[in-house]
């Protein structure tokens, strides 16, 4: 999986509470992205980061937040977690984020609010 | 409307045929496409990337754009059992954007022996 690590891998939590994935890259690429892939959505960008510190939204960012403190981890807050967030957590990581500039994906997180 | 298209399948496909998955897309600006593989419970794994109207071939691989159909497809020849997975249409309308790129749903493809 190129170098990228998400953990958790799988979570159970509920309604209200609050949860942070982690993303971490050992391949120094400055663009990293949070995606989520629903059945008949296919993958959705949340939010990606072009540098440290350096964070935009995506498609579905509403009730998501990140922060990247160092180039190598990239988290994805869930501030209040609710039903419509269960699923798979996708992180994926670019060298230029250019248009013509392939992404790599981590394993997943498989999250699963009750 | 959808930006990217595909047909969700599943497609069924003999042993040692041809398969063909399409993709459609709406954005006449698009720049680049991609083809990713995702097996059942793991992540999507980058297989082909085509940027120019043609034909560009990579092993048992081959990706067609035609943009002024606005069309991408991928062909896959000697199909074999392990080639069943789904495979995700990607289109990146932005040169210099990061957050266009758009995926399909994804068609599902399965190779009978």
């Known amino acids: 999986d190129a170098g990228i690590t998400q953990s958790p891998r799988h979570k159970v939590t509920e309604t209200g509470t609050p949860v942070t994935l982690r993303c971490h890259q050992t391949?120094?690429?400055?663009?990293m992205y949070w995606y989520r892939q629903d059945p008949g959505h296919g993958l959705r960008l949340i939010h990606y980061?072009?540098?440290?510190?350096?964070?935009d939204k995506g498609e579905v960012s509403d009730g998501y937040s990140v922060s990247r403190s160092k180039t190598e981890d990239f988290l994805l807050t869930l501030e209040s977690a609710t039903s419509s967030q269960t699923s798979v957590y996708f992180c994926?990581?670019?060298?230029?984020?250019?248009?013509?500039?392939?992404?790599?994906f981590g394993p997943g997180t498989r999250l699963t609010v009750t | 409307q959808k930006e990217v298209e595909q047909n969700s399948g599943p497609l069924s496909v003999p042993e040692g045929a041809i398969a063909s998955l399409n993709c459609t897309y709406s954005?006449?600006?698009?720049?680049?496409f991609f083809w990713y593989r995702q097996y059942s419970g793991k992540s999507p794994e980058l297989i082909m990337f085509?940027?120019?109207?043609g034909d560009k071939e990579d092993g048992r691989f081959t990706a067609q754009l035609n943009k002024a159909s606005q069309y991408v497809s991928l062909l896959i020849r000697d199909s074999q059992p392990s080639d069943s997975a789904t495979y995700l249409c990607?289109?990146?309308?932005?040169?210099?954007?990061?957050?266009?790129?758009?995926f399909g749903s994804g068609t599902r493809l399965s190779i009978r022996p």
């Open positions: 085509i940027y120019s109207n």
């Open positions: 980061s072009y540098g440290v510190k350096d964070t």
């Open positions: 954005d006449r600006g698009s720049q680049s």
């Open positions: 391949e120094n690429h400055r663009y």
């Open positions: 990607a289109v990146n309308s932005g040169y210099s954007s990061a957050s266009k790129i758009i």
């Open positions: 994926a990581i670019s060298e230029s984020g250019t248009g013509g500039d392939e992404q790599y």
